[in-house]
C-alpha cells in the first residue's frame, strides 16, 4: 500500500531548475509551474506530511501561496496549454484545500485513499449510537413542542458533548488510518464518520431551533 | 422534484406514528439510519402468540419520501406473519410512492428497519428457551 503510494508521488525536485520544491505544482525558485497527476495526494499539494493532525493555519498559508504562484491570471500572456495547466492546478489546490481544511472530509479522504468503504457500501454506526441520535431526537421534539427553552440548552449542551468525543475517536481513528490502514481501523472509522452524520444533523436541528 | 401524490399523502398523514413499548417481548424494535444524508428511522412491531403483527408504529426523522417509506411499511405489516412481513421489498414501495431513484435508498431504509425490527424480536424470542421449546411442540 505504502509502496504504491510512494510511486505516485511526484518529484520533490524541480525538474527545470534541480532546486528542492515545497510543493511538486510550483517551484519558489524558478517560478515555474509543473503539472501534476490528477490523482496527486492533496497533502502531498501542499507539501504536507500524510497525518491527519494538521495545522491549520499554515495549510491556510501555503493554500494561499499556491493559489496566488499558480493563478492563471499571473500567466495570461503565457501559451494557452500553459494557460490551461495553471486552470487545471489551480482547480486541483482548490479541491486539496475544501478536503484537507474540514477535519470530517479529510478523516473521509484518509479513509478513501487507504480503500476503505463508502457510507453507501457500510452503513453502519458505532453500537447504539442510532439508538442515542434517536432518543435525542424525540427529546429536541418534545423540548420544542414545551417551548421549553432550559431542556433545549441541555440537549444541545449533550449533542455537542457527543459531538466531540465522536470527533475524538475519528481523529485517532483516521491517524492510525494514514499511518498503517488495518481493515479493523477502516471498519471502525466508517462506523464513526457514519455516526457523525446523524450528530451533525442534531446540531444542526439544534441551531435552528435554540 | 415534485413528490408523487402518495407520498405526500402519506407525509400530510402519516399512518402509525409513535411508540410501542421497547421492552415488551413481543415487540421487535429496529432503528436504522441513512450516513449519506443522516434520516433516522424508528420501527416497531408487535406480534400475538401465533408471530403475527398485531401493531406497528414508526418514528422518522428525514425527507418526505423517507416518512411516506415507513408510513407505508408499517401499513403493510400489519396482520402479516413475519414470514410474510421478510418478503416485503424496497422496490415494492418505490412502486407503490413513484419514488424517483434518488429516493430509492429512502425505499432501502424502509426495508431495513422491517428486517431489524425482526431481527430484535427474534433475538427476544431466542432468549426465552422456555417458551420456544413449548411452541415447537407439535399441537395435541
Given at each position: 500500500m505504502t509502496g504504491s503510494m510512494e510511486a505516485a508521488t511526484p518529484p520533490t525536485?524541480?525538474?527545470?531548475?534541480?532546486q528542492p520544491m515545497r510543493?511538486?505544482?510550483?517551484?519558489?525558485?524558478?517560478r515555474v509551474i509543473n503539472p501534476v497527476p490528477p490523482d496527486t495526494d492533496y497533502f502531498t499539494i501542499f507539501g504536507l506530511?500524510?497525518?491527519?493532525?494538521?495545522d491549520e493555519k499554515e495549510l491556510h498559508k501555503r493554500f494561499l501561496n499556491l493559489t496566488r504562484d499558480v493563478h492563471p491570471d499571473r500567466f495570461a500572456t503565457s501559451a494557452p496549454e500553459t494557460i490551461n495547466v495553471t486552470m487545471r492546478l489551480a482547480a486541483q489546490v482548490n479541491e486539496a484545500h475544501e478536503v484537507l481544511k474540514d477535519p470530517v472530509l479529510r478523516a473521509e479522504y484518509l479513509l478513501q485513499q487507504a480503500g476503505g468503504k463508502r457510507p453507501s457500501e457500510e452503513k453502519g454506526a458505532p453500537g447504539g449510537m442510532l439508538a442515542e441520535v434517536m432518543e435525542l431526537r424525540e427529546q429536541i421534539e418534545e423540548a420544542v413542542s414545551r417551548d421549553d427553552r432550559t431542556a433545549l440548552e441541555e440537549l444541545r449542551r449533550r449533542v455537542n458533548d457527543m459531538h466531540a468525543e465522536v470527533q475524538e475517536t475519528v481523529a485517532s481513528l483516521a491517524e492510525a488510518v494514514a499511518d498503517q490502514p488495518e481493515a479493523e481501523d477502516l471498519q471502525e472509522l466508517r462506523a464513526y464518520l457514519n455516526g457523525i452524520k446523524y450528530v451533525r444533523n442534531l446540531q444542526d436541528l439544534l441551531s435552528d431551533k435554540v | 422534484m415534485a413528490y408523487s401524490d402518495k407520498v405526500v399523502d402519506h407525509f400530510n398523514n402519516?399512518?402509525?406514528?409513535g411508540s410501542l413499548d421497547?421492552?415488551?417481548?413481543n415487540v421487535g424494535t429496529g432503528i436504522v439510519g441513512a450516513p449519506e444524508c443522516g434520516d433516522v428511522m424508528k420501527l416497531q412491531i408487535q406480534v400475538d402468540d401465533d408471530n403475527r403483527v398485531v401493531d406497528a408504529k414508526f418514528k422518522t426523522f428525514g425527507c418526505g419520501s423517507a416518512i411516506a417509506s415507513s408510513s407505508l411499511a408499517t401499513e403493510w405489516i400489519r396482520d402479516k406473519t413475519l414470514d410474510e412481513v421478510m418478503e416485503i421489498k424496497n422496490t415494492d414501495i418505490v412502486r407503490e410512492l413513484s419514488l424517483p431513484p434518488v429516493k430509492i435508498h429512502c425505499s432501502v431504509l424502509a426495508e431495513d428497519a422491517i428486517k431489524a425490527a425482526v431481527a430484535d424480536l427474534k433475538r427476544k424470542q431466542a432468549a426465552r428457551p422456555h417458551e420456544k421449546a413449548k411452541e415447537a411442540q407439535p399441537a395435541g
Open positions: 525536485k524541480c525538474t527545470h531548475c534541480h510543493s511538486p505544482v510550483f517551484c519558489q525558485n524558478c506530511p500524510r497525518r491527519y493532525q494538521l | 402519516p399512518r402509525n406514528v421497547k421492552n415488551d417481548p
